[in-house]
């Protein structure tokens, strides 16, 4: 007979490697509305397979968007990848958009993204 052996551990690990990214936010605005493009970079070293992009629009709400698949609920906007724009090579980029409109003069352009759960840089 031998000795027991030592007990082992196993350890999950994730085969999505953590996102790196960058986001460009510009916008045109006149009083009650705006249009406003996003470009979102990946800065990382791997290629993101799918993506969706979250944001805060405290005043704003969302009237239509393009090319990904926008929703909001309250004031949480979220940007999704289609099949045909999922894929995001280390250094290029994705550009999506939206239409929005707010009351008077309460635009307030959002001051954090969010990509796969993760924080991007603003650009």
């Given amino acids: 007979m031998s000795a027991a052996a030592a007990p082992y551990t196993a350890v999950a690990q994730s085969d999505t490697p953590p996102v790196s990214c960058a986001v460009t936010y510009t916008q045109s605005a006149w009083k009650g509305g705006l249009t406003a493009s996003v470009k979102i970079m990946n800065t990382g070293t791997t290629a993101i397979d799918g993506w969706k992009l979250t944001f805060l629009l405290p005043t704003q709400h969302l009237t239509k968007g393009w090319p990904a698949r926008w929703t909001q609920s309250d004031s949480v906007v979220t940007a999704e990848n289609y099949d045909w724009n999922k894929t995001i090579k280390p250094g290029s980029s ?17 001051m954090s993204f969010t990509l796969n759960q993760r924080s991007c840089t603003i650009t």
């Fill in 94 to 110: 994705v550009s999506i958009g939206f239409n929005a409109t707010f009351p008077g003069d309460q635009n307030t352009p959002p």
